[in-house]
């Protein structure tokens, strides 16, 4: 059974510097290489963002740091880590609040745990006192997994009691985590046979929602019924919109040749949805704070991809 907290929250103050995704392109048809961080949920936000998480991408972080390469062509390439390199259900994870102090400000974050264990409330610490980004959000960092952060913040996060203040050092300096909620990963693999027999159901086709990474000229050679096109290459374009033209309440499936590029995707939506939320609430629950947390509810990448599809369940499907 997983665990939820039910104490109270103030106010948390938005930023565009919560939970930053950063992506780096690269393609032969471009004369520059492109690297900018952005959160691609929030419209309002431009690729050439210049604003940087404290924890970058260069160094290992307890924030998410997604690497995403891409190259010019319909064969792209890309890597992609958070912490599995593969989708299945049961992985656990963890929503972790932080903040976060100098290394040489051990009497200061002695002081702050104190205060928390007198009945303050940690968002207002780290909205006064902590040096990550985070602290505009009251140092919440959302949904992590193993993998994802340093190890000792790792260590510490998925051993501390549900709600529990807990200290730990890390490279970056001091910290004060609680973990507020857990849940099991919403991201699973589909096998092509099962995919196949949903497919026959009209209904199925009415209520999932159906992407489809790949290039247009790979969906010109072999294509399902009912998938919307997003081509991973043209993932600028696209993200930024993709928790209003989708519902992260209805069941995902995501496709692609081989079931790589689709797993990329997969695992980014998993962090989607919430951050337009946040936006546009003064005061909220844990309870409340789970919800909106959650990005895409259940999201199933097509184990193998449209290839294993064809090959596997029907095989009126071109390969290619």
């Known amino acids: 059974m997983m665990r939820t907290s039910s104490s109270h929250l103030p106010s948390l103050k938005p930023s565009p510097l919560f939970l930053l995704t950063t992506f780096n392109f690269s393609s032969s048809s471009l004369n520059t290489h492109n690297s900018f961080s952005f959160c691609p949920t929030l419209p309002s936000l431009s690729l050439k963002q210049q604003q940087q998480p404290f924890f970058s991408t260069s160094a290992p972080s307890p924030l998410l740091n997604w690497s995403l390469t891409m190259m010019g062509s319909s064969s792209s390439k890309a890597s992609f880590s958070t912490g599995s390199s593969e989708g299945g259900g049961g992985e656990r994870e963890i929503m972790v609040q932080h903040l976060l102090v100098n290394e040489s400000n051990l009497n200061l974050?002695?002081?702050?745990?104190?205060?928390?264990?007198?009945?303050?409330?940690?968002?207002?610490?780290?909205?006064?006192?902590?040096?990550?980004?985070?602290?505009?959000?009251?140092?919440?960092?959302?949904?992590?997994?193993?993998?994802?952060?340093?190890?000792?913040?790792?260590?510490?996060?998925?051993?501390?009691?549900?709600?529990?203040?807990?200290?730990?050092?890390?490279?970056?300096?001091?910290?004060?985590?609680?973990?507020?909620?857990?849940?099991?990963?919403?991201?699973?693999?589909?096998?092509?046979?099962?995919?196949?027999?949903?497919?026959?159901?009209?209904?199925?086709?009415?209520?999932?929602?159906?992407?489809?990474?790949?290039?247009?000229?790979?969906?010109?050679?072999?294509?399902?019924?009912?998938?919307?096109?997003?081509?991973?290459?043209?993932?600028?374009?696209?993200?930024?919109?993709?928790?209003?033209?989708?519902?992260?309440?209805?069941?995902?499936?995501?496709?692609?040749?081989?079931?790589?590029?689709?797993?990329?995707?997969?695992k980014w939506l998993q962090t989607q949805d919430w951050l337009v939320c946040i936006l546009h609430m003064r005061s909220i629950t844990v309870p409340d704070m789970v919800s909106i947390f959650q990005g895409f509810k259940r999201i199933f990448n097509v184990k193998g991809g449209i290839h294993a599809y064809a090959v596997k369940a029907d095989p009126s499907v071109s390969t290619y």
């Open 109 to 266: 974050i002695v002081e702050l745990q104190q205060k928390i264990l007198g009945g303050e409330d940690l968002s207002d610490l780290a909205t006064e006192h902590s040096i990550c980004p985070s602290k505009q959000q009251g140092g919440m960092l959302g949904w992590v997994r193993k993998g994802q952060m340093v190890p000792e913040f790792e260590e510490a996060a998925f051993n501390a009691p549900l709600n529990k203040v807990v200290r730990c050092k890390t490279k970056f300096g001091w910290h004060l985590l609680q973990v507020l909620s857990e849940r099991e990963t919403s991201l699973q693999d589909i096998d092509p046979e099962e995919l196949h027999l949903k497919m026959q159901d009209p209904g199925f086709l009415e209520e999932a929602q159906l992407i489809d990474v790949r290039e247009p000229d790979e969906v010109d050679q072999a294509s399902l019924p009912g998938f919307v096109v997003l081509p991973l290459r043209q993932f600028g374009s696209w993200s930024a919109e993709i928790s209003t033209k989708f519902n992260p309440q209805k069941d995902t499936y995501v496709l692609c040749h081989h079931g790589v590029r689709s797993l990329q995707v997969a």
